[in-house]
């Protein structure tokens, strides 16, 4: 009787409780059979915005659900957060993957894609706003995924991430991996990061996300350069220039570079102190995705 108790009553604050993680199976194409979760607050705007938020290397979707405050934004807003899960490879996304760097052609990121196009179909979301964050793998994926799948994202933003095809030719990307090359701050000229852009999907010729990048400067892992390099690669694909750089944004600590006359296609946050941990400044974020004033 008691344990009969016990599971209605925790089955009454779950019916209290509203919108959870879920997640789906059948999401379509999904060729690395990575998983898929969403979270889909219980009012939803109508034609929805998408943010898919990519968790670390030895995390997970679920970790991930817990690691930001944007559920609660999404609460607020009412859009639509998606968080996918690979459990390959020390739970590290596939970023030095050729198919994941060349549209339409498979690995992590395909899986990904097929998760926007369901959720944009089953919710009627709004294609042009589909917006991509992560942090360490998860950034480093979101470089990926604005780099080959640019008419998908209209906004990225990679927190202590490399550039796109950074990892390209390594046997993995993980931490372990015995190729670092990349995670220390492999070196390109602008020209050459964004000719690998480019490549990625051949011959298009559409807009492209704007893209902001987040680093610690005390990061050991993953090396600040390797932001430097991001943004030299952003700035040549986009087409914009640094221009200005303010302290003390968003925060102390904080510098801010801001590329182009306004800073609406690329900008960049380097945080004095700031080892390799997460630093999402969620309202910082959502702005810049255009979801909050």
């Known amino acids: 009787m008691f344990v009969h108790t016990l599971v209605g009553l925790a089955a009454t604050a779950a019916t209290c409780l509203g919108a959870s993680l879920q997640q789906v199976s059948n999401f379509g194409n999904n060729p690395s059979n990575i998983q898929m979760y969403t979270y889909v607050p219980d009012k939803v705007a109508t034609n929805p915005a998408i943010i898919v938020a990519l968790h670390p290397c030895g995390g997970t979707g679920q970790q ?5 405050r944007l559920p609660s934004y999404a609460d607020s807003n009412g859009f639509i957060l998606i968080f996918p899960s690979t459990p390959h490879m020390s739970n590290c996304w596939d970023v030095q993957n050729p198919a994941t760097l060349t549209h339409n052609q498979g690995g992590d990121a395909l899986g990904i ?17 589909v917006y991509v964050m992560g942090f360490s793998s998860g ?15 209209e906004a990225g933003a990679a927190y202590s991430g490399v550039a796109f095809g950074c990892f390209q030719g390594a046997p993995d990307a993980t931490p372990f991996s015995a190729n670092q090359t990349c995670a220390q701050g492999l070196e390109k000229s602008p020209q050459e990061w964004g000719n690998l852009v480019r490549n990625a999907y051949p011959g298009y010729t559409g807009r492209r996300p704007r893209m902001q990048i987040t680093h610690g400067l005390a990061d050991g892992l993953v090396r600040p350069k390797c932001a430097e390099e991001a943004l030299k690669q952003w700035s040549n694909v986009l087409g914009v220039e640094l221009t200005s750089t303010k302290n003390g944004v968003p925060s102390s600590g904080w510098e801010q570079r801001i590329y182009g006359t306004d800073g609406s296609k690329l900008q960049g946050f380097f945080g004095q102190g700031v080892g390799h941990a997460p630093s999402t400044n969620e309202q910082q974020l959502l702005k810049w995705f255009g979801l909050i004033n």
């Not at 097929?114 to 009627?124: G, L």
């Not at 950034?139 to 994202?153: H, I, K, R």
């Open 64 to 68: 991930w659900f817990s690691g930001t």
């Open 113 to 129: 894609i097929s998760m926007v196009n369901y959720t944009i179909d089953k919710y009627t979301a709004d294609r042009s706003r």
């Open 139 to 153: 950034g480093m994926m979101t470089n990926q995924l604005a780099g080959s799948y640019p008419d998908v994202f």
